[in-house]
């Protein structure tokens, strides 16, 4: 009983992160990794998100190493997250609309402080990504080959949709 009420709270949770993450990708905020966190929990209970999942790893794990393979790249990154952060503390303090601003001023900084905190979360979440992928990655081609090495295997591209 307590492992069917598990399995289905699990369910209904990695459901619940599908639709919002996918109501959340045109907004600012971390849409698509709510998606994916998701999908990664339905994927313990339906073998087409397993299937959906494994191309996301494989590319989220191909992206963080290339994210950090050179300064510029971990400079641009960093900087990014900075101004991500920045635009979080805008929306947080929210200032009046300037007198150059064309439209009407409720559409300056929409969504208040709902908007701010979401992109601290952001900022948060590819802080730590940025800080995990350096450890895990940067100075270490070994890594970086046994990444590029289960890419290459685990590439199932023609299959993806179920044929």
């Given at each position: ?8 709270g ?16 045109p ?33 989220a ?19 990014f ?38 992109q ?28 590029e ?5 685990d ?9």
């Amino acid at each position: 009983m307590k492992a069917a009420a598990k399995r289905i709270g699990l369910e209904i949770l990695g459901w619940l992160l599908v639709v919002v993450g996918i109501v959340a990708i045109p907004l600012p905020g971390p849409g698509f990794l709510i998606l994916a966190g998701g999908l990664l929990l339905l994927s313990q209970q339906y073998e087409w998100a397993e299937r959906r999942v494994e191309p996301i790893k494989r590319e989220a794990l191909r992206g963080a190493a290339n994210s950090v393979e050179t300064w510029p790249r971990i400079v641009l990154t960093a900087f990014f997250i900075c101004l991500i952060a920045a635009c979080g503390v805008l929306w947080f303090v929210g200032p009046h609309a300037p007198g150059w601003w064309p439209i009407s001023d409720r559409w300056w900084l929409p969504g208040g402080k709902a908007t701010s905190i979401s992109q601290f979360v952001s900022a948060a979440l590819a802080a730590g990504l940025l800080i995990w992928s350096y450890r895990k990655f940067h100075g270490n081609p070994e890594a970086i080959a046994a990444v590029e090495a289960a890419a290459k295997a685990d590439d199932d591209r023609e299959h993806f949709w179920g044929e």
